[in-house]
């Protein structure tokens, strides 16, 4: 029987190993962190995310861990509403859905572990790849060599594997900083979950409820930001005079739980190449998305299923050439996809980095919202059918 290591427990990786020990291929799965526990993880699951989970039989799991569905967009300039839009945006279609990735990883990984031919290494890092012509496994930092007929790097933006197989990655032009800020809920968001895009005076930032309860806030760092962001102590004021009135004081009442931000450096790019022979790249490791409509989940889902369709065939017979020859076929499946959700992305902020550089523009979107809200309104729900349904059709055919 075929052996693949998977090398990193995020979405891509946890649900690629489900699929595949699912089908009886022997799956070993290696994650650096002892927990997931990290301080940021996408967690907006998109109408094509939650297709991909529904068609691996997953969707039963998001009932038993934190989630919530949004209820609306809406966008705030100068402390006026351009508009906003109610979900789900497509009639009759999924809403938007929050889910608390820790405890959904950590509930897939509890399902493999009832299949005999899954393990799960926890809080060991791969250190090296091992080559015999090809890939044929990992080296890990407590000293154990573990083989493999194929090689998955599912190991994020700074893949290791990525590093070791010696794949570029081509980064694109639009990378920039977040703060990542947590603080407490408050009775005023309660009866319904809105993301809400505020900009005022160049700043920039994003609000919602968490699928655990608690508000999530992520602040474009202004270039030009004028303090060391790591000595400002007034956060709660900075936000406020970027707000409309009653988020103000929401700010202003709950100052004091206000979380000390992490720096997120948000870097955008493409493999011209995601695989050498007996290794394969896949999610941010292969693309690493903008969090612009939370992309960089949902493409890592589709990239499980469309990466099971090639692999199981070849592994269950343990045809190692033929393995390596479709190792370029997912690539070229999955690609387009790619490009044109981060040139979707990139539309998206081009759009915010001019109202942002233009206080001129800034004041005529606001003061004129009342007669401009409609059309800016529909243009932007063309923009995001295909950030939202996905650009190729991904079916789950194994």
């Given amino acids: ?104 990883l950590e509930a897939l990984i509890d399902t493999a572990s009832h299949y005999p031919h899954f393990e799960f290494v926890q809080g060991t890092a791969v250190q090296d790849l091992l080559w015999n012509q090809r890939v044929v496994g990992v080296k890990l930092s407590d000293g154990r060599n573990l083989d493999a007929d194929l090689v998955i790097g599912t190991d994020g933006r700074n893949s290791i594997v990525r590093q070791r197989a ?23 968001f309660k009866p319904e979950n809105v993301f ?26 202004p270039k030009n930001f004028p303090q060391d962001w790591q000595q400002v102590d007034n956060w709660a004021e900075i936000f406020a005079a970027a707000s409309p009135s009653w988020l103000a004081e929401h700010f ?15 870097v955008v790019g493409r493999c011209p190449r995601w695989y050498q022979p007996g290794v394969l790249l896949l999610g941010d490791a292969a693309h690493p998305m ?14 499980a299923i469309a990466a099971a369709n090639h692999l199981v065939p070849c592994l269950s017979q343990d045809a190692t050439a033929d393995i390596d020859a479709v ?12 490009i044109k959700a981060q040139q979707l992305q990139s539309q998206e902020a081009a759009q915010a980095e001019l109202l942002e550089k233009s206080a001129l523009l800034r004041w005529g979107v606001s003061f004129l919202a009342p007669l401009i809200r409609t059309p800016v309104k529909l243009s932007w729900l063309h923009r995001q059918r295909e950030l939202r349904q996905g650009v190729t059709p991904i079916k789950l055919t194994v």
Wanted: include cysteine; glycine fraction near 6%; proline fraction near 7%.
């Fill in 1 to 104: 029987m075929a052996q693949v290591v998977i090398v990193g427990a995020g979405p891509a990786g946890v649900t690629l190993a489900l699929l595949l020990v699912k089908r009886g291929i022997r799956v070993k799965l290696i994650e650096a962190s002892r927990n997931w526990r990290r301080a940021f993880r996408g967690e907006g699951l998109m109408p094509s995310g939650l297709d991909a989970l529904e068609q691996m039989e997953l969707l039963p799991i998001l009932k038993r861990i934190p989630h919530q569905p949004l209820d609306a967009w809406e966008f705030i300039i100068n402390k006026r509403s351009l508009f906003r839009v109610d979900e789900p945006i497509e009639p009759g279609g999924k809403p938007c859905t929050l889910v608390s990735q820790p405890a959904f």
């Fill in 166 to 188: 010696n794949l570029s990655l081509e980064q694109q032009s639009h990378s920039f900083d977040i703060l990542w800020f947590k603080l407490a809920d408050s009775p005023h």
């Fill in 196 to 221: 809400y895009s505020i900009l005022c005076d160049r700043y920039a930032f994003g609000l919602f409820r968490s699928s655990e309860g608690n508000l999530h806030l992520g602040w474009t760092l």
């Fill in 252 to 266: 202003r009442i709950f100052a004091a739980t206000i979380e000390r931000p992490v720096l997120l450096s948000v």
């Fill in 290 to 303: 903008s969090p612009i409509r939370a992309q960089g989940i949902n493409m890592a889902l589709r990239d």
């Fill in 327 to 338: 190792l370029p076929q997912i690539q070229s499946q999955r690609e387009p996809e790619i």
